[in-house]
C-alpha cells in the first residue's frame, strides 16, 4: 500500500511533522488534528450529533441494553427480573451448545480465512503475471462482491442439492455419499466453500492493489540476479506485502465471524446437529427463536468484546502500515 | 515484465480460467435452472444446459415474489443508507480532523468504539429499540402527566417496525465511513485550510468549497460500495418481514426458495435469484474500476 494515510500524528509529511509533534506535547487531545484547525467550540459539536445521535439511539443504547440484560433473568413472560451477577455468562460457558459453537466457529473461519487467502494469492500472483485479460479476468472474479451473501449461500445449497443439485448428482454418481442435510461434515463443507467463494473477491482486490504497489526496481535487481518469478513471488513480494495481508486474515476473521449468517441461514439453519451452528447465528436462535434473552444478551456482550479486540488488531495494522516508497 | 516465460505465463492463464470458472459456475447453473420447467428441472440427470422458458420463469418470478415493489424498497433502502451514511459521516469526520474543541477524543472514541460491531451482534436490543425508540419518553410523559394538562390521551409509540427509517438508520450506525473520511482528510493538505482560514473563509464555508470538492472521487466510490451494501442486507430486513410489502428484494427472494414442503419451484427461485442480484452485478460491472479504488482507500 503506497498511500501513507496512517492514524499516528506525523500526516502528511515530513514538513508538517516537526510543529505536529511540539503541539502533541502541549495539549493532549489532538491526535489525528490537522495543523491548519479551526478552534470553535459549538460548531464542531453541532457536526457531530446526527452521527452521534444514530450512534445513541442503535448503537450504544441497544448495547448497554444488552450488557444489562446479561446480568439479569427474566421469565418468559417479562413479569419478574432478577439481578443474578455472572450467571448467565457462567452457565453460558458451561453450556455444551455454547462450547460446541465456539468449536465450529473456530474451525470455520480458520478455514474460511485459509482457503479465501491463498485461494486470492495464487489468483493475484496469475495476475500480476500476465499482461493480456487482466481486466477481463478481474471483472470476473470481482463478481461475487456484487453478490448478497444469502444469494451466494442460495447458489451453493442448490448446486449441492440431494435432489435436484448437478454436483450431488456428479457426487453421488462416484459413489460418494454426499448429503449435507445428515452429514455434519457435507454441511461444513459447503458453508465454509459458499463463504469463501464470496469473499475471495475482496481478498484479490487488495492483493493486485499490494502487489502493484512492490517497487519493480527491486524485482528487477533480483532478477539480474537470477532468481525466478516463483523465488521473486516468495522472496520479495511476499514479505512487502506482509502488511496486507494481515489486515486481509483481520478482515477474513470479522468477514467470517459476523457476516457469514445469510449464508448458514440459506444454506444449513446450523444444522445437522449443530454442525455449522457458529456463534452469530446461535445469538439470533437463542434471542429470536428460542427468547432465551439472557443467553441471547450474554452471548451479544461477548461477541462485542471480541469484535472490539479485532478493531483495536486493525488499528494497530493501519498505525504500522509500513511506507514502502523507494 | 522481467524476462519472458512461457511455462509460467500459461500456467497463470490456465489458474485464471480456472479461477474464472470457479466463480462462473454457481451462477451458470442458476442461468441453467432457470430457463427450465420444474419437471425439466427435477429429471435426472439433472440438466447441464439452458432451456427455453427463462423468460415465462422470469415473469413468474416477479409476478409471485411481488419483486416489483420490492425493487423499489430495496432501492430505496441501498440509496438511503448510501446517502445518509455519507452525509452523516462526512461532517462528523470533518468536525473530529478541523476542528479543536473540548470533548475531542471523547467523541473520537465514542464514534470508532463502533467501527466493527456489525449489527448482527447486538440484533436483540436494536431490534427492541426499533420496536419503540420513544419508549423512554413515554416514561416521562407518563411519570409528568402531561396528558391531563392538555386534555387529551398521550400515547408515545413510536415504533419504525416496516418503516424505511427503521430499515436504514441502524445500518447507518456504525463509524466506516467516518473513518474513510477522517483519514481522507488528514492527507489533505494544510495549505489549503491556512489559505481559506487567511482569506477569511469560515469552517463551514472552507467545508463546501474546498473539502467537498475534493471528496467526491471518496464519495463515488464508498456510495458504490454502501450501495452494494444496502441492497444484500439479509438479517436486519428478515427481522422487518411482518409487513410483506416493507420487505427488501434480497428477502423476497428467500421467500420464494423452495422448502421440504413446498412445490419444488427450483426454475423460479433461481431465476428470481438472478434478477434480484442484477443489479448490483450491473453497479460492479459499470464501476468497477471507482469500486475497486473505493475498497483499496477504505482498507488502509
Given amino acids: ?326 | 515484465m522481467v524476462e519472458r516465460t512461457r511455462g509460467i505465463d500459461i500456467a497463470c492463464h490456465g489458474i485464471l480460467f480456472l479461477g474464472g470458472l470457479l466463480v462462473c459456475l454457481p451462477i451458470y447453473f442458476a442461468f441453467v435452472v432457470g430457463s427450465h420447467t420444474v419437471s425439466e428441472v427435477l429429471a435426472v440427470p439433472p440438466p447441464w444446459l439452458p432451456g427455453r422458458t427463462f423468460f415465462a420463469n422470469a415473469a413468474t418470478a416477479w409476478e409471485k415474489g411481488d419483486l416489483g415493489r420490492l425493487f423499489v424498497n430495496s432501492f430505496i433502502v441501498a440509496v438511503g443508507i448510501a446517502a445518509g451514511k455519507i452525509a452523516v459521516s462526512l461532517l462528523s469526520a470533518f468536525a473530529i480532523a478541523y476542528f479543536r474543541f473540548r470533548w475531542r477524543m471523547l467523541a473520537f472514541w465514542l464514534i470508532f468504539v463502533s467501527l466493527m460491531l456489525p449489527i448482527e451482534v447486538r440484533i436483540l436490543p436494536t431490534y427492541e429499540a426499533v420496536a419503540n425508540v420513544a419508549l423512554p419518553l413515554q416514561w416521562l410523559v407518563d411519570a409528568l402527566d402531561v396528558g391531563r394538562w392538555l386534555g387529551i390521551e398521550i400515547a408515545l409509540d413510536w415504533n419504525m417496525m416496516n418503516s424505511y427509517g427503521g430499515l436504514i438508520l441502524p445500518l447507518i450506525a456504525s463509524a466506516t465511513a467516518t473513518f474513510l473520511f477522517r483519514q481522507f482528510f488528514l492527507t489533505v493538505p494544510e495549505e489549503l485550510a491556512e489559505a481559506a482560514r487567511i482569506d477569511g473563509a469560515s469552517p463551514l464555508r472552507f467545508f463546501w468549497s474546498v473539502l467537498l470538492p475534493l471528496s467526491v472521487s471518496n464519495i463515488v466510490a464508498l456510495g458504490i460500495i454502501l450501495f452494494l451494501y444496502g441492497w444484500n442486507q439479509y438479517l436486519w430486513p428478515l427481522l422487518f418481514t411482518t409487513d410483506k410489502n416493507m420487505a427488501t428484494a434480497v428477502i423476497g427472494l428467500k421467500d420464494l426458495i423452495p422448502q421440504s414442503d413446498t412445490e419444488p419451484a427450483w426454475n423460479v427461485a433461481m431465476n428470481a435469484a438472478l434478477l434480484v442480484m442484477l443489479p448490483p452485478v450491473i453497479v460492479v460491472v459499470a464501476l468497477q474500476r471507482w469500486l475497486v479504488k473505493g475498497l483499496v482507500d477504505a482498507g488502509k
Wanted: glycine letters at 8%.
Fill in chain 1, 1 to 326: 500500500m503506497r498511500a501513507s494515510t496512517s492514524l499516528s500524528p506525523a500526516m502528511p509529511g515530513p514538513v508538517a511533522a516537526v510543529p505536529r509533534r511540539r503541539k502533541v506535547a502541549s495539549a493532549g487531545g489532538t491526535r489525528g488534528l490537522k495543523r491548519a484547525h479551526f478552534r470553535e467550540a459549538r460548531l464542531p459539536l453541532l457536526l457531530l450529533l446526527p452521527q452521534l445521535l444514530v450512534l445513541l439511539l442503535f448503537f450504544f443504547l441497544p448495547a448497554l441494553r444488552a450488557l444489562s440484560q446479561s446480568f439479569v433473568l427474566t421469565d418468559p413472560f417479562g413479569n419478574s427480573v432478577q439481578f443474578v451477577w455472572f450467571d448467565n455468562f457462567r452457565s453460558l460457558l458451561a453450556s455444551p451448545e455454547y462450547r460446541a459453537s465456539i468449536g465450529v466457529t473456530f474451525w470455520f473461519t480458520l478455514a474460511q480465512n485459509a482457503l479465501t487467502i491463498v485461494v486470492s494469492l495464487v489468483l493475484a500472483f496469475a495476475t500480476d503475471r500476465i499482461l493480456r485479460g487482466r481486466g477481463f479476468y478481474r471483472s470476473i472474479i470481482l463478481l461475487p462482491y456484487a453478490i448478497a451473501p444469502v444469494i451466494a449461500g442460495i447458489l451453493w445449497a442448490f448446486l449441492f442439492n440431494t435432489a435436484v443439485g448437478p454436483i450431488s448428482f456428479v457426487l453421488h454418481g462416484l459413489g460418494i455419499d454426499w448429503d449435507p442435510n445428515r452429514h455434519g461434515i457435507d454441511a461444513f463443507l459447503l458453508v465454509t466453500f459458499a463463504a469463501s467463494w464470496k469473499h475471495i473477491c475482496y481478498d484479490y482486490i487488495f492483493l493486485i492493489a499490494a502487489l502493484l504497489s512492490v517497487p519493480p526496481s527491486l524485482l528487477e535487481a533480483a532478477a539480474v540476479d537470477g532468481a525466478g518469478p516463483l523465488l521473486r513471488f516468495v522472496r520479495i513480494s511476499l514479505p512487502m506485502i506482509g502488511p496486507t495481508i494481515f489486515f486481509l486474515v483481520v478482515m477474513n476473521f470479522v468477514y467470517g465471524f459476523f457476516e457469514t449468517f445469510a449464508i448458514v441461514d440459506a444454506v444449513t439453519h446450523g444444522g445437522p446437529g449443530g454442525a455449522t451452528m457458529i456463534l452469530v447465528y446461535k445469538v439470533y436462535i437463542d434471542g429470536f427463536v428460542h427468547i432465551d434473552l439472557g443467553s441471547s444478551a450474554a452471548q451479544s456482550v461477548l461477541m462485542m468484546i471480541f469484535a472490539l479486540a479485532l478493531t483495536v488488531l486493525q488499528f494497530r495494522y493501519v498505525e504500522r502500515n509500513v511506507n514502502y516508497d523507494v
